[in-house]
């Protein structure tokens, strides 16, 4: 039996759709303040009474989120997310639905990262605004997950027989159609055994659920054809590391807030506006969209990974880019936020991007001229004389400028600001003490 894409709008549609097409366990998903998805299972018998009072669960085993003593927690399902799980058996299928999380008294949980997102889209909703986003989420095919063994020495968009994942991005976007997903393009990336699939744009907070979903199905497919994905930043030293760009842009009444046709770079006042306030903030909030230790050995100059904080229209070693505009594509006006790594919390990273961005408008940032030289050609005089700065460059500059933040305070609020800055810095402090072999090769012969 085919299983159609579902546009659930209410609980009385879910189950309408789950008894029709006899699907067999609910998945209820929600994630932790890193961005972990984490799951369980309901019958169709239970999912009446779960959407009238949700499901209750113990809080304090997940990362981030209570202590002990106050350790009750419920997901309240969002109906307008079911869809049959595109990877499991269609003979009594299996469903998800996304999850916010709340607590008893039915109030928002402080440390629900979908619940951030939600939050900071009501504020551009108040001024008019909806928030589109378009993430490139790249990823690596390795044989395993003990070892980065690739599986091909493939380049930027080459083809088979270079190309030996064709058949598993092809896979990766019959399952992601099949659950409502629209997929743009998908090509071989630079490094060896590394992919990418983009994803077209959506609101912001669908787009949050979708790349939790388009996780999972690169995985899950990844895994039936015997191989491993993993989006961990910068698994294979000396080759490029997998990204996570984001396309952004704001609408106002059905009109792209970010063109200006008058303006010589097609830009409006708003538009300069929120990229100023991205560039201003993006050291502020890098921690979470750049949240692994892992992630700053991506984070360096060359390898295609951005780290100086400027904007430009083709030059890709800028932080943000904005696409040249082309005649009759006003409503493809955007802004391209290229640090992100695809291992970030998807909420989270769009909830800072966006208060970022409405921040610089709110306060009318100024934005400085696009700089179009190669910025990692340049010297430290050039730089300084440019007025460019850097991201920060370890995870521990980073999670200090996080915790030194009102700001980001402001948007992720205290709970889950200190959890995530408490978090970083833990996993710092057992990066720092480790001994790898580099220094054990480097020193043990000659000290």
């Known amino acids: 039996?085919?299983?159609?894409?579902?546009?659930?709008?209410?609980?009385?549609?879910?189950?309408?759709?789950?008894?029709?097409?006899?699907?067999?366990?609910?998945?209820?998903?929600?994630?932790?303040?890193?961005?972990?998805?984490?799951?369980?299972?309901?019958?169709?018998?239970?999912?009446?009474?779960?959407?009238?009072?949700?499901?209750?669960?113990?809080?304090?085993?997940?990362?981030?989120?209570?202590?002990?003593?106050?350790?009750?927690m419920v997901a309240m399902p969002d109906p307008t997310t079911f869809q049959i799980c595109s990877w499991r058996p269609s003979e009594r299928p299996v469903a998800r639905m996304f999850c916010d999380v709340v607590n008893p008294d039915g109030s928002p949980f402080a440390a629900d990262s979908r619940g951030v997102l939600k939050r900071v889209l009501a504020q551009a909703a108040e001024k008019g605004f909806t928030s589109y986003v378009g993430p490139e989420l790249e990823f690596f095919l390795f044989s395993d997950d003990q070892s980065t063994e690739i599986l091909d020495h493939g380049g930027y968009f080459d083809a088979p027989p270079l190309d030996l994942g064709n058949n598993i991005r092809?896979?990766?976007?019959?399952?992601?159609?099949?659950?409502?997903?629209?997929?743009?393009?998908?090509?071989?990336?630079?490094?060896?055994?590394?992919?990418?699939?983009?994803?077209?744009?959506?609101?912001?907070?669908?787009?949050?659920?979708?790349?939790?979903?388009?996780?999972?199905v690169v995985k899950e497919t990844a895994r039936k054809?015997?191989?491993?994905?993993?989006?961990?930043?910068?698994?294979?030293?000396?080759?490029?590391g997998s990204g996570m760009h984001v396309h952004q842009s704001l609408f106002k009444n059905g009109k792209n807030v970010f063109y200006d046709g008058a303006d010589e770079y097609n830009l409006s006042a708003e538009g300069k506006s929120y990229i100023a306030g991205i560039l201003k903030h993006a050291p502020e909030f890098v921690c979470v969209t750049n949240q692994w230790?892992?992630?700053?050995?991506?984070?360096?100059?060359?390898?295609?990974?951005?780290?100086?904080?400027?904007?430009?229209?083709?030059?890709?070693?800028?932080?943000?880019?904005?696409?040249?505009?082309?005649?009759?594509?006003?409503?493809?006006?955007?802004?391209?936020?290229?640090?992100?790594?695809?291992?970030?919390?998807?909420?989270?990273?769009?909830?800072?991007?966006?208060?970022?961005?409405?921040?610089?408008?709110?306060?009318?940032?100024?934005?400085?001229?696009?700089?179009?030289?190669?910025?990692?050609?340049?010297?430290?005089?050039?730089l300084k004389r440019n007025k460019i700065k850097a991201l920060p460059g370890s995870l521990y500059e980073a999670a200090m400028a996080l915790k030194k933040s009102k700001f980001m305070k402001e948007v992720l609020g205290d709970h889950l600001h200190n959890a995530l800055v408490e978090n970083k810095m833990a996993e710092w402090d057992a990066y720092r003490t480790q001994v790898t072999e580099f220094e054990i090769e480097r020193y043990l012969p000659v000290l």
């Open 293 to 382: 230790v892992n992630s700053y050995k991506r984070l360096v100059p060359g390898y295609e990974a951005p780290v100086y904080i400027a904007w430009a229209r083709r030059n890709r070693s800028a932080l943000v880019r904005v696409p040249m505009y082309k005649p009759g594509k006003e409503m493809a006006t955007r802004m391209e936020l290229r640090c992100p790594d695809p291992a970030a919390n998807p909420y989270l990273a769009w909830a800072v991007q966006l208060a970022a961005g409405l921040k610089g408008i709110e306060e009318s940032y100024n934005l400085a001229a696009p700089v179009e030289e190669d910025i990692f050609e340049m010297n430290e005089r050039q």
């Open 225 to 240: 054809h015997g191989c491993y994905a993993t989006f961990m930043p910068k698994p294979i030293f000396g080759e490029n």
């Open 170 to 216: 092809r896979d990766i976007i019959f399952a992601l159609e099949a659950m409502g997903i629209n997929v743009e393009y998908s090509h071989h990336e630079v490094a060896p055994s590394q992919h990418e699939i983009d994803l077209r744009y959506d609101e912001a907070l669908k787009m949050a659920d979708i790349a939790m979903t388009y996780r999972v």
């Open 1 to 72: 039996m085919e299983i159609p894409v579902f546009n659930c709008k209410n609980a009385d549609d879910v189950m309408k759709a789950v008894k029709d097409y006899d699907v067999s366990f609910i998945q209820y998903w929600f994630v932790d303040i890193l961005g972990t998805l984490k799951s369980f299972q309901i019958t169709p018998k239970e999912l009446e009474a779960s959407f009238e009072e949700g499901m209750g669960f113990d809080g304090s085993s997940i990362l981030g989120f209570c202590r002990i003593d106050e350790s009750d």
